[in-house]
């Protein structure tokens, strides 16, 4: 069987496994070896080598460098992935984050439910994002542990909320923020596209090729970006008041007191009046509905960091297009759920 290799030479080990008769059944059964791998051929460390190579690297990569087929390496890394996730045990979460991918096109969904506090994905399942799907997360969780949940952050998304709402009834349900800005974001990208239709000739160019200048945060804009969006918002008074609306409703996640920020958004809705955009007063309504969701935040025992399974999906999206996307689904869910885990 091969093991690790001493510099650039491949080092195989030639042993001797005994077969024993079994006295009870009379069988005969092989010697288990516990520093080889679940594949006979390959010891235990090489495979732990080839699932660390694989973290870094594409299979075909790592295929490549120790000279094996591809369908092999693949193999010693999902034995890696599930010994990681068997060191790490049965989780039992306290505050959970729930988001779901596109593994595919077509509109083909799966969940992604996340530990919070210890910052790991915990499940990957499901066959779309419907309530029943979510249902699934609950009962591989168990009632017991499904009821130590304390706090669930999510979109807006209604099946989500209802299946947590059933199953978990006395979590705390938190809406993630930065779905809330987008919603927000899509409000003022609305006002500048019913500006650019009604404005003629010469007015269009400040408007023109700016969505993503007006989109950004002014803290992360280059110094030409800056100009770009301080002539833009000079030229069009409806957008230099969206743009305004926009940056001020962050404040919204400041506060500490529920009361307090209840007051901050009857101000802000309040500005709205007589400013004429419809997008924003769809956007208020939205607020209004899903105010409990959004309140939520302003406890102190809810303060938890909402920007992770923002950032897990931008791993899991590196994760798919450094792998010009992952056919095999089981493959995928092991990538995803030992993302954020130690070494072995």
């Given at each position: 069987?091969?093991?690790?290799?001493?510099?650039?030479?491949?080092?195989?080990?030639?042993?001797?496994?005994?077969?024993?008769?079994?006295?009870?059944?009379?069988?005969?059964?092989?010697?288990?070896?516990?520093?080889?791998?679940?594949?006979?051929?390959?010891?235990?460390?090489?495979?732990?080598?080839?699932?660390?190579?694989?973290?870094?690297?594409?299979?075909?990569?790592?295929?490549?460098?120790?000279?094996?087929?591809?369908?092999?390496?693949?193999?010693?890394?999902?034995?890696?992935?599930?010994?990681?996730?068997?060191?790490?045990?049965?989780?039992?979460?306290?505050?959970?984050?729930?988001?779901?991918?596109?593994?595919?096109?077509?509109?083909?969904?799966?969940?992604?439910?996340?530990?919070?506090?210890?910052?790991?994905?915990?499940?990957?399942?499901?066959?779309?994002?419907?309530?029943?799907?979510?249902?699934?997360?609950?009962?591989?969780?168990?009632?017991?542990?499904?009821?130590?949940?304390?706090?669930?952050?999510?979109?807006?998304?209604?099946?989500?909320?209802?299946?947590?709402?059933?199953?978990?009834?006395?979590?705390?349900?938190?809406?993630?923020?930065?779905?809330?800005?987008?919603?927000?974001?899509?409000?003022?990208?609305?006002?500048?596209?019913?500006?650019?239709?009604?404005?003629?000739?010469?007015?269009?160019?400040?408007?023109?090729?700016?969505?993503?200048?007006?989109?950004?945060?002014?803290?992360?804009?280059?110094l030409d970006g800056r100009k770009s969006l301080k002539t833009l918002l000079a030229a069009n008074r409806r957008i230099n008041t969206a743009y305004l609306l926009k940056e001020s409703f962050s404040q919204l996640w400041n506060y500490e007191r529920e009361g307090w920020a209840r007051r901050f958004f009857e101000n802000w809705k309040t500005s709205l009046k007589w400013q004429r955009l419809k997008p924003y007063e769809k956007f208020a309504e939205?607020?209004?509905?899903?105010?409990?969701?959004?309140?939520?935040?302003?406890?102190?025992?809810?303060?938890?960091?909402?920007?992770?399974?923002?950032?897990?999906?931008?791993?899991?999206?590196?994760?798919?297009?450094?792998?010009?996307?992952?056919?095999?689904?089981?493959?995928?869910?092991?990538?995803?759920?030992?993302?954020?885990?130690?070494?072995?």
């Amino acid at each position: 069987m091969r093991d690790l290799s001493c510099g650039d030479t491949r080092v195989y080990l030639e042993i001797e496994i005994r077969r024993v008769r079994c006295r009870s059944c009379g069988k005969v059964k092989r010697e288990r070896l516990d520093f080889l791998a679940s594949n006979p051929l390959y010891t235990q460390r090489f495979a732990w080598f080839i699932g660390r190579r694989c973290q870094a690297s594409t299979v075909q990569d790592v295929a490549k460098e120790v000279h094996l087929d591809w369908h092999t390496v693949k193999e010693l890394d999902k034995q890696y992935m599930a010994a990681q996730l068997r060191r790490a045990g049965r989780p039992a979460p306290k505050a959970i984050g729930i988001d779901e991918i596109s593994i595919r096109k077509g509109h083909t969904y799966r969940i992604v439910v996340s530990d919070l506090i210890r910052g790991r994905p915990i499940w990957f399942g499901g066959e779309d994002r419907s309530e029943a799907s979510m249902q699934q997360f609950y009962d591989w969780l168990g009632e017991k542990k499904a009821k130590g949940i304390r706090l669930a952050v999510m979109d807006m998304w209604k099946p989500f909320r209802n299946a947590t709402n059933n199953r978990a009834p006395q979590a705390a349900i938190l809406f993630d923020k930065f779905h809330v800005m987008r919603h927000l974001n899509a409000a003022l990208d609305k006002v500048r596209k019913s500006e650019y239709a009604r404005r003629q000739g010469k007015d269009r160019r400040y408007i023109k090729g700016q969505k993503y200048v007006l989109l950004t945060r002014q803290e992360n804009l280059t110094l030409d970006g800056r100009k770009s969006l301080k002539t833009l918002l000079a030229a069009n008074r409806r957008i230099n008041t969206a743009y305004l609306l926009k940056e001020s409703f962050s404040q919204l996640w400041n506060y500490e007191r529920e009361g307090w920020a209840r007051r901050f958004f009857e101000n802000w809705k309040t500005s709205l009046k007589w400013q004429r955009l419809k997008p924003y007063e769809k956007f208020a309504e939205m607020i209004e509905r899903h105010w409990d969701g959004i309140a939520a935040y302003c406890r102190p025992e809810n303060k938890v960091s909402l920007g992770f399974v923002e950032g897990l999906n931008n791993k899991i999206r590196v994760i798919q297009r450094r792998a010009y996307g992952l056919r095999d689904e089981e493959y995928l869910r092991l990538k995803i759920l030992t993302s954020m885990l130690p070494e072995i």
